[in-house]
Every structure is written in structure tokens, then in C-alpha cells.
């Protein structure tokens, strides 16, 4: 009996149970196929990095004794197309079943599901091996109640028994999140993040010659992500070891003065499973028991909750409502993407920043996507088709499971509130206050109206006004609209023509 199993570039995973044998008779494939890398417009190093990253599980499964049929972008045999790229295998070696590995995309699911009606041969589908909770578990969990991250955390915590004493959470409290706000202040010296040199000049030749369209900048032949099982481990013991005793810290920061703070940037190794989720968490509590006078209770409970929390939680809300969500659009927006987003080149600091960082890097933090980029697009109201589009393409963690449920839902709160509680946009206030951006900017976080008065401001005022009708409710945000009914008409009119002014020429700004 031969049986053919589908490996997709984000499952690259070593410990998984399919490779503990082996045996002559299972194939493996894997593939390069354009469909993969033109649903959206990738960056550069997105490719590179998975493409490189799969040539590089290939070869150790073959060093490994597996046997495996790597389709390479421009193969003269490749159609370009699972299905057709499976059926010609499984006539050409007889194949008596297929199998696959659970797709995490929605698309891809769909697609591989058609894919085995066109097999020809018994399927089956088996589990990733990956994550903590199952595709249903949130959907289960929460059943039509809000779906309240902080009791989906909690639940995780007590059932994996993660920083927990006796039934209860170490330290007394489930979250520390209120001491983790801190800006950067310049006490604690940043240091330079890890970086690979991997040679994937062969991989981008092949993308070069087969004319896949791309954007951003990327180093070729010294490429700084990790590719194999043993460089995502040097990613996690350098952040163990240098960034954990300030990640929960620093955690919100911005600054000009570095792209990753202290920042883990293990998002790729994990999201192509070269890391499992438990292997990180486990390995961070470990190093946190060793070194407890270096690195607080909050620094390490920051840390989980972002992988074991927020990480399962947002899949759980993808399985839970898509293909709905991809389509949502609370507020109507409809404007474009203005052009900087795909260039860097604007006034505003703190956007020239975070977008000039994701070019040249495809990467930036959390609140850099959160509260700089994803708050000027709802500020500008952006359709978040365009929004989901940038984000999907320009960072090398982006897979839709992940980047949708943080892009349309968390930061665009384009499905009404079923991520977040209230929208987080913010004035230029709040930046001045976490970042060091303002002081160099070209524009005035001071000023809402007139000349060179910052754009966050006019917009952000012009945007809860517009929206009264679904925010003004929203107990979150009751302060906003208590602050808007002190303003004089006027005030309101000068800023609302502020706003109009800048959002008739966002290009420009
Ligand atoms: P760290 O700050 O070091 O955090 C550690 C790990 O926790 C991350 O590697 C990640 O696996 C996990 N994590 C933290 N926050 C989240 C979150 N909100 N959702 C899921 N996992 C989280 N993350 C992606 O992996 N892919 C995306 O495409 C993606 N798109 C995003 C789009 C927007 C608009 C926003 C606001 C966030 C997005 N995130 C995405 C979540 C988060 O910003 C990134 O996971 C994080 O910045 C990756 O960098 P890091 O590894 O240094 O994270
Ligand atoms: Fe950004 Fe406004 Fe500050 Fe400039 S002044 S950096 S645009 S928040």
C-alpha cells in the first residue's frame, strides 16, 4: 500500500508524528506553486523565507531516509495547481491513499478538499500537531457569548498548567499587563537582534526567473530569518537569554531608535512550525525559574499570554467565523490604501518609521501595526479589504489565520467587536506618549487644526463623530464622547474640515 502526504510550506515541522518511521512506501511532496505566491502581493523576504525554508525541511527529510518529491517553482512538470500536481503523482507511483496534514488557511482547505474528491484515492486528513486547542475549541468554548480573550487565556492556563500553584495563578493575578506599559526610556541598552546568514541566492533566481511580482528589500545571499529547526532554537535562546528579562516591559514601546526592542521576532519560526508553541513557552518559564532575580513575574506571564493566548485565541476565531469575516466591513469604509503605505515616503514620522521598518525588514512589533499603521488606516477609513491586503503581504508572519483576525478584527474592528471591545485608534497624544517619534516630526502632536497640525488628531476626533452612532454606546469609549460634547460646534466644524482636508489628500500627507 503506498500512500502520497502533502507537506504545505507552513508545516514544516520535524517532531511531527508522520516522520517517527520510515517506510519506503510513504511519498512525501512538497511544492512550489505560483497560486501561493500570487494571492497576494508578497514581500520579498515572505517568499525567499518560506520557499527557503521548505528547501531546506526537504533536505532533511531526505538526509532523514524519508522519501520526497520536492516540486520546485519552475519545473517543467508543475502545473502549478495541488490537485493537478497531485493526480499526475498519484498515477505515476500507483499511489493507494493520500494525506494531508490540516490546513490552517481557509483557502487552502478549501482547495485541498476539492483536491481529494479529484484524487481518486481514499483521504485523509490528520492533525498539524501544532496548536493547543482544536479548529472548533473557541467556537465551543465561548458558544454565542462574547468571545472574551481574557477567559479563553485563563481557561488555557489552568488546563496546560502554565504559571499556576495549586488551582490558582502564580503570583495572584492572571494578567500583569498593567505593569507592561512602559515607554522606552533609554535605562535598559538595546540590543542588536539575532540575525541568520543564510545564502538563498538559488531561490531567489528561480523567483526572479519565473516572474512572481514582489516589494520590499531582502538580502539574498545573507538572509536573516530562521530556516531549519536548529536556527528557529538559536532565535529562541537568544530571546530567552537577552530579551525576556524586558520583554513584558517594553512591551508597548516605539522607538525610532530600534525596529525589534525586545521583541522575540520568533512569529515566522512558529508560524511555519519549525517552533512548537508549547517547546517556546516551556523554554521561556524554564529560563524565568532559573533567573528570577532578572527577570520578574511579568515580564514571563506577558510572554505566555501572548502565545498560548493570544495566539490560539485569534485561530479559534477564524475557524469560528470565517469565510463571513473576510467580508466584513462594520464602518463602510471604502477609501484606498494611500500610496506611502507601499513606499515609506510621508511626513508623519511615526508612519514613516514603521512603514520604512517593514520594507526594509518585514517585520514590525505589535504596537507598530497595532497603534501606528493599523490606526492611521481605520483613522483614514481605509476599506479593510485594502488594509488586509498590505498586511498580508509585507510581514514574513503573515498567514491569513493569523493576520486577518488581528488586521480586520483587532485593529480595524471591521467585524463590529467581536476581537476587541472598543477600536484602538488613538490621536497623537497617546504616540507622543509611547514613542519618540513626535519630536522629529514635521507635523505638531499638539495642534488638531491649522498648519502642520499631526493628522492622528483632526482624524481621530472626525472619526468617532462620524461614527457616533455605533461607538457613542460603547461604555470603553464613554470618555471620548463626554470630551466631543464639551466642544464648541465651531471647534467640531474646524475639525471635521481639518479632517476632510487631509482625507481628500492622504497621498500627500
Ligand atoms: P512578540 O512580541 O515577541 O510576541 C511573541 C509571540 O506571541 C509572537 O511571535 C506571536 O506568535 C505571538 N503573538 C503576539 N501577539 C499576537 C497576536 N495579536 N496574535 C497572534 N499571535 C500573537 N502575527 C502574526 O504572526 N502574523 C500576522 O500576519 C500578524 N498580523 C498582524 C496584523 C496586525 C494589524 C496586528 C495588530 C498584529 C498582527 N500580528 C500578526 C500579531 C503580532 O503583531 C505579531 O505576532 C508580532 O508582532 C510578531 O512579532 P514577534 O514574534 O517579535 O512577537
Ligand atoms: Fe506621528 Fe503626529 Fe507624532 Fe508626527 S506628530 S510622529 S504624525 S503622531
Redesign the pocket.
Known sequence: MKTLRLILGDQLNPNHSWFDDKDKNIIYVMMEIRPETDYAKHHLQKLLGVFGAMREFSNYLKNEKHTILYIHLNDPENEHDFSRNLQKIVEKENIDKFEYQEPDEYRVDEILKKASKNSGVPVEMVSSEHFLTKREFIRDFFGRKNYLMESFYREMRKKHNILMKSGKPVGGKWNYDFKNRKKYDGKVPLPQPIEMENDLSEVYEDLNKSGVAWFGAAKADSFAWPLTKKQALEYLEY?VKN?LPH?GTY?DALTGKSE?LF??????A??TKLLH?ME?VNRAIEEWHRRKDEISLEQIEG?VR??IG??E??RGIYWAKMPEYERMNYFHHQRKLPDFYWTGETKMNCMKQAIGQSLKSA????IQ??MI??NFALLAQVHPDE?DNW??GI?I???QW??I???RG???FADGGIMATKP?VSSANYINKMSDHCAGCFYNPKKRIGEKACPFNSLYWNFHMKHEDKLRKNPRIGMVYRNLDKMSIEEKVSIQTQANKYLENLDNL
Do not use: K
Open positions: 530571546f530579551l520583554f512591551q525589534t521583541h522575540s521576532r520568533l512569529s515566522f512558529l508560524n508553541p517556546v510572554f501572548q502565545i493570544w495566539r485565541y485569534v517585520y514590525a512589533h505589535h501595526r497595532l499603521t493599523g488594509v498586511y498580508l510581514y508572519d503573515a498567514f493569523v493576520e483576525t488581528n488586521t483587532m485593529s480595524q484602538y
